[in-house]
C-alpha cells in the first residue's frame, strides 16, 4: 500500500514517464501480480515502486521508453535456467530474481487516458474509495475484447467511470465475468480490485503511540489518532497520521470506526481506557488490541461487558489483550513492532504459526531438481553501476 501511495505522488509530480505492471506470474515471485513500478524522466532514470526483488528493476528502467515506443506492450521474463541453452537464446534469460518463476510485465506510458485513469482509481482508493480495473492486454486474444490494450475503471457499485475508446458494455460485463474466476491476467485480461488502504484507530494519543503510527504509515495504512488530553492529541505529535482528534468513548460515533478497522487501546487512562471499550466492542473492529497487564484488563473487560450488556466470554474473544505477539524486548518501539505485527497478521488473515521449513520439505524440493537455475543467474544490474536511483534517492 506505501508503494501505491508513493506512485500516485510520483504521477502527480508532473515526470512520469512509464508505468509497469506485473499482470501474471508463473511459478515463484518476489512480487504478486498488481505489484507496480513507475519510471520518471530526467538525466538520470529513477524510478517508484519495484516489480521483483530488485534485480529486474534495473533491466526494466532501462528499457522501458523504448519498449512503449509503439504503444503499450506486454513482456516476458523468467527466471527459470536450463543447462545447455544458449546464452543467446533470451526467452530463459536468467535475470537473477533467484525466485525460479517467470512474470509478464505491461508497460505502458504515462500521458494517455488510460494511464491518467489509473492514477484517479489509485488515488481514490487511497481515500477509501474502492474500484475494479480491467485491462485488456496488447496482443493476445481477450475475452470479450479484440486483442487490442483497453481500459475500464469501475466503482465497488458497478458504475463504469472510464472506459477506453470502442469499449462496449458487454465487453466490460464479459471481463468482469471471466475476471472474477482469475487472481492475475488471463486470456489477456487483468482484472484488479483496488482496496483501500488498512486503517488503524490508535485510541491514546501518549509517547508510545508515536512508534506504533510510524510503523503503520510505513505499512501504507491510514492512522486515526484519538484523546480525551487536547495537550496530547495535537497533529504535530504524530506528523504521519491523517487525523488526530480530542475525542472520548462518548464520540466514537464522529471518528467513524468500522468493523474493517484495526484499533489500539492505548490512553493509560483507566477511565478513558474503560469508556472507549464499551464503546468499541460492540462495533467488533477486526483486530482490537488492548494495552496493559492482564489484571488491568480484565478488571476493564468485566466492567465494559456490565457496561453493553455482552456476555463477558464475547468481550473476551473481540479483543487481544494482553495486546501484540510475543517478540521479547522492552520500550515503546519494541511494544510497538509487537502489535502492529499482530494487528497486520490478523488483518491479513495470516495470524497463526511461523513458517519454518522440516527435513521433509527440504527433501522433497531437492527431489524437483533444478538447483542450477539459481546457481547460473546473475544479477541483472549493469556492469560498473554501483547504485540505482530510487525516486531521487540513491540506494
Same mark, same amino acid.
Given at each position: ?203 491514546? @494519543?501518549?509517547?508510545? !503511540?508515536?512508534?506504533?503510527? /510510524?510503523? $503503520?504509515?510505513? #505499512? &501504507?495504512? *491510514?492512522?486515526?489518532? %484519538? ?13 504521519? @497520521?491523517?487525523?488526530? !482528534?480530542?475525542?472520548?468513548? /462518548?464520540? $466514537?460515533?464522529? #471518528? &467513524?470506526? *468500522?468493523?474493517?478497522? %484495526? ?22 473492529? /477486526?483486530?482490537?488490541?488492548? #494495552? &496493559? ?33 510475543? #517478540? &521479547? ?67
Amino acid at each position: 500500500m506505501m508503494e501505491r501511495r508513493q506512485i500516485v505522488r510520483s504521477a502527480e509530480s508532473g515526470d512520469a514517464e512509464v508505468l509497469v505492471t506485473l499482470v501474471r506470474v508463473e511459478g515463484s515471485s518476489y512480487r504478486q501480480p498488481g505489484a507496480r513500478l513507475l519510471t520518471s524522466s530526467g538525466r538520470s532514470a529513477t524510478y517508484t515502486g519495484t516489480i521483483s526483488g530488485g534485480c529486474l528493476e534495473a533491466e526494466v528502467v532501462k528499457k522501458a521508453a523504448w519498449l512503449v515506443r509503439g504503444g503499450p506492450v506486454v513482456e516476458h521474463y523468467s527466471t527459470f535456467y536450463s543447462e545447455g541453452a544458449d546464452a543467446d537464446d533470451t526467452a530463459e534469460m536468467p535475470f537473477g530474481l533467484g525466485c525460479g518463476g517467470a512474470v509478464d510485465l505491461l508497460f505502458e506510458a504515462a500521458g494517455t487516458p488510460e494511464f491518467k485513469a489509473l492514477m484517479q482509481a489509485l488515488a481514490g482508493s487511497l481515500e477509501g474509495e474502492e474500484f475494479t480495473v480491467v485491462t485488456w492486454l496488447p496482443g493476445r486474444p481477450t475475452a470479450g475484447g479484440a486483442g487490442r490494450f483497453a481500459r475500464a475503471v469501475l466503482t465497488a457499485e458497478g458504475e463504469v467511470v472510464f472506459a477506453s475508446a470502442g469499449l462496449t458494455p458487454v465487453q466490460i460485463q464479459c471481463a468482469l465475468l471471466e475476471g472474477s474466476r482469475w487472481s492475475e491476467a488471463m486470456d489477456g485480461v487483468h482484472v484488479e480490485r483496488l482496496l483501500p488502504p488498512q486503517r488503524l484507530v490508535v485510541l491514546g @494519543a501518549g509517547d508510545d !503511540a508515536k512508534p506504533l503510527v /510510524r510503523m $503503520a504509515a510505513l #505499512l &501504507g495504512w *491510514s492512522v486515526l489518532v %484519538a484523546d480525551g488530553r487536547a495537550q496530547l492529541a495535537r497533529p504535530e505529535r504524530f506528523p504521519e @497520521a491523517q487525523r488526530v !482528534a480530542v475525542a472520548q468513548g /462518548r464520540d $466514537a460515533d464522529m #471518528l &467513524g470506526i *468500522s468493523a474493517a478497522d %484495526a484499533v489500539v487501546l492505548m490512553t493509560h487512562s483507566y477511565e478513558q481506557d474503560r469508556d472507549w471499550l464499551a464503546a468499541v466492542l460492540p462495533i467488533t473492529p /477486526r483486530y482490537f488490541g488492548v #494495552l &496493559g497487564a492482564k489484571h488491568r484488563s480484565s478488571l476493564l473487560v468485566s466492567e465494559a461487558a456490565a457496561m453493553t450488556g455482552l456476555p463477558l466470554a464475547t468481550c473476551c474473544e473481540r479483543i487481544y489483550a494482553p495486546v501484540g505477539l510475543d #517478540l &521479547g524486548g522492552d520500550g515503546p518501539e519494541a511494544i510497538a513492532l509487537a502489535v502492529i505485527s499482530e494487528a497486520h497478521a490478523r488483518c491479513m488473515g495470516k495470524l497463526g504459526k511461523s513458517l519454518r521449513l522440516s527435513v521433509e520439505d527440504v527433501a522433497s524440493q531437492v527431489e524437483r531438481g533444478g538447483g542450477p537455475r539459481y546457481a547460473q543467474s546473475q544479477c541483472a544490474v549493469p556492469a560498473g553501476l554501483d547504485a540505482i536511483p530510487v525516486a531521487g534517492q540513491l540506494l
